[in-house]
Each structure stands twice: as structure tokens, then as C-alpha cells.
């Protein structure tokens, strides 16, 4: 099978798949309105303060697995609806960032600093005009890297990897991850080490279900998604409420603006903000292919690399922070260039590097048939790899979603300035209520919620001592995989204890995950995400 | 041989029409819930949720699907062990979870607190291995063993870990035995050549097919149906043989009327053609094999006394 | 010599004992095969490794924590804190237990002698729990925040409860609102 062929029935899976409904004769697939559909909605929520794309496709999945069911058809529907959710929200959280100097989502935080100024001066809509084209961009760059590079990076892993330095590349990411999410080396290796904890509670290879206490409800082990939802969701919600609960006093003014003269982005505009737009697309691209590193980070270090070219080439003009649309455009090109990049790990690896690509591993765990890693992109020689077309429908649903991006996108931005109204402190308890629901309908026992709950309240005392979730998710995740890999690279070496480094690719492996982890603790970092 | 397969199909499917003659006007006293042994997604849980929507179409009944996996069966059997046994709940595992994993796990419980319902389809369990590799037979495998390179077998389950080692014994070489979870790991992990050969219970098929694999032996009592000349594993000299089938069980102690009903009502879903589940089995699984009432529970309790032979003889 | 915040050594101190309790308490009682064991002739990794090696995970940590200087985005854990907590986790408690038992509760009581089993999925038996426990748990957290009981809050809480019964159960045979999975 050639890789052309392959493209074509990826295009097709999305394209050609069952229909949702037909006009005129002609049946509309259900998969590009369920992507449609995805995007307009995750624009709606990054604009929405306390909700934010991975909420929503944490919330969402459980109706789409419903709707769809656990069949291979419906991988590219549900994923294409998540991955909608994924780009929109990356747009949509400049909105209210522009508009009312509260970033929807958090990697808008730098928008703030040119986008509200500008809309001070009148000029609100221009400002969300840049934001987006510069968004578009960026996602669309990194998409193309994404499609181009995770193919190469699998079919490498799989042809010089074997099971022992596949063990020292999962102990490698893990290292990493606990090293540079947050800002101590220390808190990332506990997170990390709890999520381990708990994924291997109840699993293992004897029959004897261990670390369950003697309890039969713990034998079946956590289920994924109270452990995930829990951390990531439940927990955020937790501290929101009680920051609400102490802030309840506090006046609240209903935001406004006004907008005075020229509202165009001209050609003139497009030539300034361009080197801006490349430049940090690159950056967040580079930034997003390493797990872990989010894109609050790739959003700073864009801002900065951009203020600081422009305060040497054009010393005269507004500089950055004080309503620059070279600012926003560095900005929103680096926060947005991250999501397709991060991708790359998933789909060639199988490891997660934030919170979005966390529920796309869900998902397609939820739904089986397609497992994210090196195997995917195994080109077959006489019959056709179910799940490398799964791969290329994917790629076909980022490039259509980009698609949408381009032509409504802008459009849409515009309208969802309101959502800044929806009170928190009503949005909060629905979404409590709406994730504990999810997650029964998903499991049918109460011991989920409960578990959901335990894992809540340690996302929420994470929270409070400044430990990010992250590691503790990514470990859950990974951590099966590790301990798997690892029994079988020592069984298959015929029990050699030091397989780990008796093999070169494993053993500089090996050596990079305690450098990573030396060197980080000798360096203070900026507070990533 | 499908003529063979479709014969004992319909003699085994007319002992459960005759036992369902009384228990016709047997109706669930609710809704009916199905646990699924197995991971979301793969062939064992499209196959239970097929069956499933047949049975809804047919009779009417309400089945609500859930997963309950893990440990090779033993978490839904400790599940499915104190729930009603009116027909409510019923379980869908592999007859290994009642024989091997029971015995080995020695959980204080054994079939008999356990009520078999029926037998789906059984397993086209072969000793698989990239074509590339250059192996025609398992002669060729002993004779790479020999020749001094370390082979590595790929394995879903305890049992069938046990069995590689007593492969490997009869022929008097050392295989490293990697286990994995689920037969598309195996496969996957074959070719990526992370594994030199391995277990698969029917999934090859495709690519025995289409020349990518091939089936060195039959781990099973019979050959193969797909290849009919590679050997048995008796003709390997192994006692043993992995020899299984899905089977829905419920709780003991099940009302007779109940169990009869539930199977009578399998049984047609799946041997009836032009139902979903009896396609899938059939494409799947290479047709229907149903086995009930009291035949079954014998066979379950069979399974789980010779457990202990091949747990015995695989420590030694 | 330490620079750190109390918070964080206390942290720190509580996961270094804490991994200490897992890999010499908890993993060996716990588990069935050890860190490494022999079966057919083969030394494989036992059920014991893996959590042993996240108890030193967290163990590492915890010392790199203690040694590390204070910084801005240390957070701080105050009474107050473990105080919201509590209440928090009291209203959670209040509100699944009416989800779990108002719907057995209402079947018992008007029922005519069906078991609550046979009626979960059949409306409205089927959604009472998760109608009052939905309602109870959004209007007391809204309540909470706005420091006073509202008509307004509850009938937030009964909008949203009827809403997702209706994006739930009306939609889909299969899927179960708490709690008629458990029953």
C-alpha cells in the first residue's frame, strides 16, 4: 500500500462516511459537521472565563461515544467534534482577553497586554481580526509539521526501537514532563509518582489485584476517566468555587467597549505582523513537539522574542504592552501553533504532552480500534492498516477544521464577545454536575463518582500548593504502558537486569531523563503551565 | 469443514430449542445487564454488544452493555459472583476465566457458584509468525532455537504462557515468553518485530490471508481450518491445548427457566443468518459454536479440574 | 539553610514519609508476587516493582522539595482551605445520597410492589434520585457562593437537572443516570 493511497482513503473516511442527513440527493457526512460543529462550540467556550477547551471535550465525550457508540466508525466523528473543540478554543480565548482584559483561557494571558489596550483605543474588532489571522496561521503551520513529521518520527521508532529502548523512551518523556511542567522539580516528581501510585492499584499482571486493600471495588483499578476528570476537571472546579465563595462581595461591573474609526487590517497591516506571525509560529511549533511544555509557555516566550525585535527595528512605533498589534499577533501565533505540534508525540509515540491531547488519548482509548503510537503508521504490504487510514482521516479533519478556521472563524470571534456575561458562579455548579454525570454514565457505579470526588480533592490541593496535575495525568496515563514495556523488554532479553542500559539508543535515553532532571533542578524556570 | 462447523452448530442449537420449548413464556423481570469481559472496542466487545442488539430485536428485552474488564475475566466473575440470579445479570467472558484464571488465582471461588448460559464461538488459536521471517513450519522455529538465536513469544494470557513454556519444553528449546494484553498486542508486537512469534486467537486471518503471516501450529485439540496441515500441539508433543470459547455465564443458582430462555434466545441470534452477531461470529470467529445447559456447566467444571495439571506441569 | 516555604516543607516531609509507608507498608503487604520472581524457569518483573519505583518517585521529590528555595508560585494551604473543603465534600455527600436513594425510597413508598430494579429504566422512577440530588447539589453550591439560599439558585439547579435528563436519558436507551446502574 502506498502512502498516496492512503491519503486518498483518509480523505474518504472523512468524507465519505455515513451520512448525517441529505439535501437534495446528496448525503452530507457526518464527520466534517461533526468537526463544524466541534469548532464553533470550542470558540464559544475559550471565550467563556472558567471553561476551557479540554472541559469541554472531557464533558463532551461521553455524549459523543453515546451517540456514536464503540465502533470504528466512530473514531473520526467524536475525535473530528474534539479536535473542532481543540482549535476553537485556542481562538476563542483571545476574544474576552481583547475585549475585557480577562483571558479565557490561560496561554491568552500575554493577549491581554496588547489586545486590551487596543480596544481602549477604539479598536476592538481590528484587534480581533489580527488575533486570528495570526492564530490561523500558526495552527495551520503546525499542523503541516505535524502531518509531515509524525509519520517520519513513528516509522523510526519502530524500525531502530526495541522493547528496552522503547522503556527508556517512556522513562525519558516521564523525566521530562515531571521536570518541566510547573515551577519545582520536587512537586513534579511527587505529582508524577501519584499518578503512578494510583494507576497501578488494582492492575498488574498477577490475579491477585494488588494495592486494592481487599476492597473488590478497587480490583477493577481506577477508571481513567474519574482519575483524569478528577485531577484536571473536578479539581479546577473546586478552587473556582471557592475563590468565588470568598470574592462573592466584590462589585461586579458589567464590562463594555466602544469602537472609534478604521476597523481593517490592510496589506500594509498583514506585511508588519507577518515576520511576527512567522517567527513565533516556529517557536511554538518547536515547543509543542516537546510533551509537556504548554503553550502558556510558547505564548511567552513568542510575546518576548517579539518585543524584543520590535523595540530594536521600529523604536518609534507603539511598542509591546501598549496596544502593539505586532504584539498580539506574536502572541496569538505562538499559543496556537502548540496544539497541532503537540500531536506529534501522541500519534508517533502514544504520549500525551497537555491537557487537550490527554482527552484525545481518552478518547480514542474510550472507543478502542485505534491505538495512538509507532504501530499506527506501519505500512502493510498486501492488506490495509484499519488505523494508519484512521491517522490520515485525523490529519484530514486538522486541515478542515483549519479550513473553517479561516473562512468563519474571524466571523464567529466576533459574536461570541457575550459569553463574558455567563456568571461563574452558575456556570461552575452546572459544570460540577454535568462531569460527575458524565463520568456515571460512563462507568454506571457510584463508586466512580466517589472515586471522581477523591481524585477532585487532590487536584484541588494541588492546586493550593502550586503542584501541576499534569504529571500526576500523564503518569496515569503512561504508566501502564511503562510497566508493560518494561516487563517485556526484561523478559524478552532473557531477564537481564540491566537491559536498560546495556543497549546504546536506551542507555543515552537513560542519561538524557537524569539530565533532564539535574539540570532542572540547578535552574529556575518561568512558571509554565 | 464450515459444513462440518454448521452441522454441530445445528445439532447443538436443536437441544436448545427442545429445552427452550418450556421455558417460552420466561420475560425478564427488567432490564438485563450485560457485562462485557472485555476492552471497549476489540472483536470480543463488538461481538457481545452485536448479540446483544439481535436479542433486543428479537425478544423484545432490555440490555444495558457495561464493561467490567481485567485479570483475564476474574473481575467480572467476582462481580457478576452476588448480583440476583433471576436472569437480570448475565456476563459475558471466555471459558478460561472459569478454568485457568478461577484456578489460579484461587480467589475462593469455582464454577459451581457460577451458571453457565452458552458458548458463542470458539478461538482459531495458531502459533503465528511474520512470513518475512522465513519460516515455513515449526521445524524451522526449533531449528533457529537451536541454532543459538533467542526467540521471543508473544502471549495474551497466563495459560497460554504456561503453554509456550511447555511448547518450548517438548521441543527442547528456551523461548523468552513476553506477555501482553490482548491478541492484537501480540500482533502488533510481531510486526514491529518486538516479538519473533506469538499466540493470535483468529485475528491473523486477514494477514494469513494475504501472505504477511503464517500459521506454524494449531494450538487448539483440531488443525487449524484456515491451515489444516500445520501441526497440533499434541503432534508437538505438549498435552495441552488452549481449547476455548466465549460463553455468557450469570450468577449460581440460576432459575433453570431463566438460564434456558437467555440461551434459547443466544443461540437463535447467533445461528440465525442475516442477524449482525451471527455475520460478525461467522466472518470473525469462523461461525457459531454453542454449547448450554448442563453439558456446559460439565465442560466449565471440567476446564477449571485440568487447570490444575497444566498449572502443575508448567512450574515444574 | 532552608529557604523553602512552610508549605512546602511540610509538603515535603509528608511525601517523604509517605513513600516510606508505601514501599516498606504497603506494596509487600499488598501485593501478591514480589519486586522480581521465577516462574518457568524465567526471573520476571513481579507486581511489587512498579509501585515501589512511584513510592521512590514521590520519596525524590519530596527531598528535592525540601532543598528547594521559596518561590512566588509556591500556594499556600491554609485552615481555611481544608475548611471549604469539608463543607464542600458534606454537600457532595448530601446530594449523591438523595440521588442514590430518593428514586428506592419513592418506589417503596408508591410503587405497588415493583422493585425499583425493574423500574430503572422506565420513567419517571428512573430519574427522581437524579432530579433532587442534581437540583440539591447546584442550588446549595450556588447558594454557597452567593452566601445566601435563592429561589433563583434552585431553580437553577432544576433547569440544569431537567436539562441533562433530557440530554441523557430521553436520547439514549443505553446509558444510565446515576444511580440505576448500581441497582
Known sequence: MEVWTYIQLGIAAVFQGPDLFAIAGFGVPVTPIMVLLGFLLGIAVGATPGLAGPMAMAISLPILISIFGFSPDALLPVMGFLIGIMKGATIGGAVPAILFNTPGTPDAYMTTLDGYPMTQAGKARKALKIAHVSSASGDTFSDIVLILCAPFLAVLVESYLDLPEKTALLILSLAFIASVIGNSVGKGLISMGLGLLAVYIGTGEDFYPRLTLGSQTLAQGFPIATAILGVLIIGEVFKSIEDLWHDHRRAQKRPSYTEVGDQHVHRADLRRIAPYIARSAVIGTAIGALPGVGSTLAATLGFTTGSRRHATKSPDATQFGHGAPEGIASTEAANSSVSGANLIPVLSLGIPGNAAAVFLILAADSIGGFNPGPSVFKFTSGSINPELVMAFGLFTIMMLANLFNWTIGGGFMRVVGYMIHIPKHILLPVVLLLTFTAIYVQEARMSAIWFAVGFGVLGYLMRRLGMSPLPFVIAFILGGKLEETARQAFAATGGDAWFLFTNPIAAVFMALAVTVIVFSTRTRKEPAQ | MKLALKTVAAAAFSVVLAASAQADDWTPPGPIKLMIAFAAGGGADTQARLIAEDLEAATGWEFIPEQVTGKGGMNLAMAIKDMPNDGSVIGMVVTETLGYNMRAADAGVSPSDFTGIATTAGFQMGVVSLSSKGWNSFEDVVAAAQAGEELRFGVMSPRLADLAYLLGKAQGVDFNIVSVKGGRAVMNGVNAGDMDLGFMAGIQGKGVAAGDLVNLASALSEPLRQSPDAPTFADLGVEFNSDGAFVFVGPGGMDPEARDALAAAIGTAISTEGTKSNAMITKAFGGPFIQTGDALQQRLQAEYDEAGALLQAASE | ?183
Not at chain 3, 501478591?32 to 520472581?37: A, M, N, P, R, S
Not at chain 3, 440539591?136 to 445566601?148: N, T, V
Open chain 3, 1 to 183: 539553610m532552608f529557604t523553602g516555604s512552610t508549605t512546602n516543607r511540610a509538603l515535603a516531609i509528608f511525601a517523604i514519609a509517605a513513600a516510606l509507608l508505601i514501599a516498606i507498608g504497603w506494596v509487600p503487604l499488598d501485593t501478591d508476587t514480589g519486586i522480581v520472581e521465577k516462574v518457568r524457569r524465567q526471573v520476571t518483573i513481579g507486581d511489587a516493582l512498579a509501585p515501589t519505583l512511584a513510592s521512590i518517585f514521590i520519596g525524590v521529590g519530596g527531598l528535592l522539595l525540601f532543598f528547594q528555595g521559596a518561590s512566588p508560585a509556591d500556594g499556600r494551604l491554609r485552615l481555611a482551605n481544608l475548611r471549604y473543603l469539608a463543607l464542600l465534600i458534606g454537600l457532595l455527600l448530601l446530594s449523591f445520597a438523595i440521588m442514590r436513594w430518593a428514586g428506592p425510597a419513592a418506589v417503596a413508598l408508591f410503587g405497588a410492589g415493583e422493585s425499583y430494579a425493574a423500574l430503572r429504566t422506565t420513567a419517571p422512577w428512573n430519574v427522581i434520585g437524579y432530579f433532587l440530588g442534581g437540583t440539591i447539589l447546584i442550588a446549595s453550591l450556588i447558594a454557597m457562593i452567593e452566601g445566601r439560599p435563592s429561589f433563583r439558585a434552585f431553580a437553577i439547579g432544576v433547569v440544569a437537572s431537567s436539562l441533562l435528563i433530557l440530554l441523557y436519558d430521553l436520547p439514549f436507551d443505553d446509558l444510565l443516570l446515576p444511580p440505576n446502574g448500581d441497582v
